[in-house]
């Protein structure tokens, strides 16, 4: 199976490493990797930010980069693909020459666990990670995806990995692109929460799963003094120690 | 409250919240929303009720003339009177004419957004007439001189110690920091109140247009007061409130009380049709419905509007809401707060004055997935921030300059993927320059609003360059390991078509003994009796509660069963039919009978009339209700489909109960302290109803 890898522009820019394990991972399941190199950025932070006349183009050359191979579509954020699946039909309603193509091009774009779990069938990925970790649910992967139980899944396959869980797991970082530096009281606030539940866990790292949240929260336990790290999924999954 | 700032300064307060703000507003969120997902886990067509409530209420505001104008035609049909306001200074000046009319000073009122958006209560004051609130949380911030910072408890801000210390200077008593003896001291000062009120002002939950019926929810029975004693009642509504008939109010109601405080259904719900009937029955001799505006039928005319029209003023998004959760109400600068308030306001009062709060939100979306008529607030949200940064319909934009230059850079770069290249491989260059161990601690404006918080992490792109170089390498392409059989995900389902069938009934003796236990749960006395036993009951209440003075309901059932006699043999003083306000108050027991009982929710329905008087239910301690089995129905549906042709139905679910200081549940704030309902076994009792054992 072909897969084309949407990295995403924060993931690019700050977790490099995160982009090279999810390619092991991808690989070690089979599956022939694309990396269109025409991509930037899908125009998320335009968009919540309530540019839209800047974030469509961006939309566009998005659609025009992924949507001429029928490849499936996969990324390391669900915040990016919750934009591409559901955001797109708003900047491109029906009636809008880009409209089909968003339709086609939502229906195959995946978060990563949930092309693991949902998509090919996959729990397990062989990966080893013997320590003590809790989970931080992001909003757009859980409530614009539905994507509730997927991480738990593959977690759970993971050998010598004790998981704790996070009070409030479910409740938002504080990121919210814009809105952590529109209101940076108001996010301190929610990110010194987590970061307290985080504490409470004893966990030696905490797992994130999109990378806007990832840099809130380490940036966070940085702030903090505290050891535990964070650490997205596909580093989790990608272990083999 | 005084007039709203020019501009809503979300900024401004949220940099500087109250310390204790959060903590409180943090504990009430809490418990609701944890009672909330406990109700939702129980009923397994929650999401069909959602889907069912999204239509019901979509398709109302978008043929909303008509039902108001069928509305108008019922509620006018039923002898009450319906005026029609603009705008708020309309609906004051309605008002007040209707209250100068009846010579005025005092008018009560029960919990109600409307009058708190046009400010009704400063505009009785400035005419002479106290406007008092009666709801404990609004009584309490009414007294402190502020407004709500909860649509469901207005004063969660306070403490008890703040809450005595208010009624020690503005009342003059010697109020003790505990919450039931606070509870007790307001109960007595509004007692008197209720009695003395010319006028009572009420708002409403739903306006049910197939009968011109008014529908409100509150726990504490000031609502029931309200709309029960003084001879003018005047409900001053929101045309958004207006559904089309008693099977949306079935699934209406079943959303409203669990996504609100967690409870199945708040304690007393009145279905209030013009004004009454009879003399002796109770309830107001004229009905004024004030149908307010106030830029409503403008926000129809937007589907942004018309999706925020939906809300049902639950509350359960703001008790998610991880941003109100630490700046509390006051914060959105005007009654409404919260995700809703964000999506409110700035509608209603346009962006010039509002345009900051549909930014004050991470996107988090767990607002949209709590709320019971599915708003779809995130996106609304982003649509607002779209005309607050482009430019709305009447083309005013707020957008600040560097907002607007950081915007078209990003735009810029983001536009030419050479240039964006060129910036992943400069970046983390400048940024070595600034950073140790990978994190740079401080930015210079305005991208210290991040670091001012936390770090920023180093920028580190290489996955071009590493792709490139594994692209030479050759990897080896091994065989597919995972199952070829994995389902496709459809992202976008088509929601089916909603049948919501009524709750299927049990056997007679499994109704009652559901009833039984959902009464125990909400601290009312329920138990199954025969007639053989009503003497020694009754007797055993009189002596557990120390009843020496009773009112009885006049229907055939409980003359047939003396409860009368049996109680004046019992030593306990029995009003005479037709016993006035002031005599009830003073009684210690009301004796009713239910027309209706939800065993599901362990409600009680009463309907009124002239021998049913709606006070007995409402002033005396203590509540009797005695039913007989026949009038157990599974569902809400059973019951609306008989009672909605009566003018009068009150629901009754438990002792009158509030949590407006600390959340501290308290029993009897205004309404009856205990319930008890004696379910009467049919053991051939009318055969032998002269035959009196005792």
Request: aromatic content about 6%; hydrophobic content about 40%; charged content about 20%.
């Amino acid at each position: 199976m072909n897969v084309q890898l949407f990295i995403t522009c924060l993931n690019e820019n700050f977790y490099p490493r995160t982009l090279e394990n999810m390619v092991m991972v991808l690989e070690s399941l089979g599956l022939t990797l694309h990396f269109p190199e025409e991509q930037t950025c899908c125009g998320q932070p335009l968009f919540n930010s309530g540019f839209h006349e800047k974030a469509r183009p961006l939309a566009r050359r998005w659609l025009h980069t992924f949507g001429r191979d029928p490849a499936p579509i996969v990324s390391p954020s669900g915040s990016c693909v919750d934009m591409v699946r559901h955001q797109y039909l708003h900047l491109f309603p029906p009636g809008t020459p880009e409209h089909d193509l968003a339709r086609d091009v939502a229906a195959r774009t995946f978060e990563f666990s949930e092309f693991l779990v949902r998509r090919l069938g996959v729990t397990d990925v062989g990966a080893r990670f013997p320590h003590r970790v809790t989970y931080h649910a992001s909003c757009h992967g859980l409530r614009g995806l539905g994507l509730r139980h997927e991480v738990r899944q593959l977690l759970g396959a993971v050998r010598g990995l004790e998981f704790v869980p996070l009070p409030e797991e479910e409740t938002c970082c504080g990121f919210g692109g814009i809105f952590s530096v529109v209101y940076p009281q108001v996010s301190r606030a929610m990110m010194e929460a987590k970061v307290r539940h985080i504490l409470s866990t004893g966990a030696e790292f905490v797992i994130v799963a999109d990378a806007g949240c990832l840099m809130n929260i380490s940036g966070g336990l940085k702030k903090a003094g505290s050891p535990i790290r964070a650490v997205h999924l596909i580093d989790v999954l990608a272990s083999r120690a | 409250m005084s007039e709203p700032s020019p501009r809503i300064d979300f900024a401004a307060y949220s940099a500087d919240v109250p310390p204790g703000i959060p903590a409180a507003v943090q504990q009430a969120t809490g418990r609701f929303a944890g009672s909330r997902q406990a109700r939702v886990a129980e009923l397994p067509q929650w999401e069909d009720l959602r889907e069912a409530a999204s239509r019901i209420r979509l398709r109302t505001l978008e043929n909303l003339d008509f039902y108001i104008e069928r509305l108008t035609e019922r509620v006018q049909a039923a002898g009450g009177s319906v005026h029609y306001a603009a705008d708020a200074a309309q609906a004051r000046q309605i008002a007040l004419e209707i209250a100068r009319r009846h010579g005025t000073r005092l008018a009560v009122k029960s919990k109600s957004m409307a009058t708190e958006e046009i400010e009704l209560n400063r505009a009785f004051a400035q005419a002479g007439i106290e406007a008092l609130e009666t709801d404990l949380g609004e009584y309490i911030i009414q007294l402190a001189g502020t407004g709500p910072s909860h649509i469901i408890v207005p004063a969660v801000h306070l403490t008890r110690e703040e809450i005595a210390e208010l009624f020690r200077q503005k009342l003059g008593v010697d109020a003790p920091p505990d919450p039931a003896q606070l509870t007790e001291i307001a109960r007595a000062t509004l007692r008197e109140k209720f009695l003395n009120a010319e006028i009572g002002i009420s708002g409403a939950n739903f306006l049910i247009a197939e009968t011109g019926t008014l529908v409100m929810v509150t726990n504490e029975g000031n609502g029931r007061m309200v709309t029960t004693l003084p001879e003018t009642h005047i409900a001053i509504v929101g045309i958004d409130k207006v559904i089309p008939d008693w099977e949306s109010l079935t699934v209406l109601l079943k959303l409203l009380a669990r996504s609100a405080t967690g409870q199945k259904i708040s304690t007393y719900t009145s279905f209030i049709t013009g004004p009454r009937r009879a003399e002796g029955e109770f309830g107001p001799r004229e009905f004024h419905l004030i149908l307010l505006d106030n830029g409503r039928r403008r926000l129809l005319r937007d589907p942004l509007g018309r999706q925020t029209l939906k809300c049902i003023r639950c509350g359960a998004c703001l008790n998610v809401c991880p941003v109100y959760k630490h700046v509390g109400g006051f914060a959105y600068g005007w009654f409404i707060s919260g995700p809703i308030g964000a999506i409110f306001s700035p509608q209603m009062l346009g962006l010039e004055r509002a345009g900051q709060l549909p930014f004050a939100s991470s996107l988090c979306g767990a607002c949209a997935e709590v709320c019971p008529v599915k708003i779809p607030i995130p996106q609304i949200l982003v649509e607002l921030r779209r005309r607050a940064m482009e430019g709305d319909p009447s083309g005013s934009t707020s957008a600040p300059l560097a907002a607007r230059l950081t915007a078209a850079l990003s735009a810029l770069v983001l536009r030419l993927p050479w240039l964006y290249r060129l910036g992943t491989r400069l970046m983390p260059v400048f940024s070595r320059l600034l950073a140790r161990d990978g994190w740079i601690a401080v930015l210079p404006p305005p991208a210290s609003r991040w670091t001012d918080v936390r770090p920023f992490p180093a920028f580190s792109a290489r996955f071009r360059q590493w792709w490139k170089q594994r692209k030479r390498a050759a990897p080896p392409v091994r065989e597919q390991v995972f199952p070829a059989s994995a389902q496709e995900t459809a992202p976008e389902e088509e929601s089916a078509s909603v049948t919501l069938p009524p709750r299927p009934a049990g056997t007679p003796a499994e109704e009652t003994a559901r009833l039984l236990e959902e009464l125990r749960k909400l601290s009312a006395r329920g138990r199954s009796l025969t007639e053989a036993e009503l003497t020694h009951a009754l007797q055993s209440l009189v002596e557990e509660q120390s009843l020496r003075r009773a009112a009885v309901w006049e229907t055939p059932r409980l003359r047939a069963l003396r409860v009368a006699e049996r109680l004046s043999a019992l030593g306990v003083e029995v009003l005479p039919p037709g016993a006035d306000k002031r005599a009830l108050a003073e009684c210690d027991l009301g004796v009713t009978e239910a027309d209706f009982a939800l065993p599901e929710t362990g409600t009680l329905g009463l309907l009124s009339s002239a021998e049913k008087p709606r006070a007995v239910s409402l002033l005396p301690r203590v509540h009797l209700a005695i039913l007989s089995p026949h009038v157990l129905r599974p569902d809400l549906h059973q019951v609306f489909q008989e009672a909605k042709a009566h003018p009068y139905l009150v629901f009754i679910t438990g002792p009158s109960r509030t949590a407006d200081i600390e959340l501290t549940v308290t029993l009897g704030v205004h309404g009856p302290k205990a319930l008890y309902v004696w379910v009467l076994e049919e053991s051939s009792s009318r055969e032998h109803d002269h035959d009196s054992k005792d």
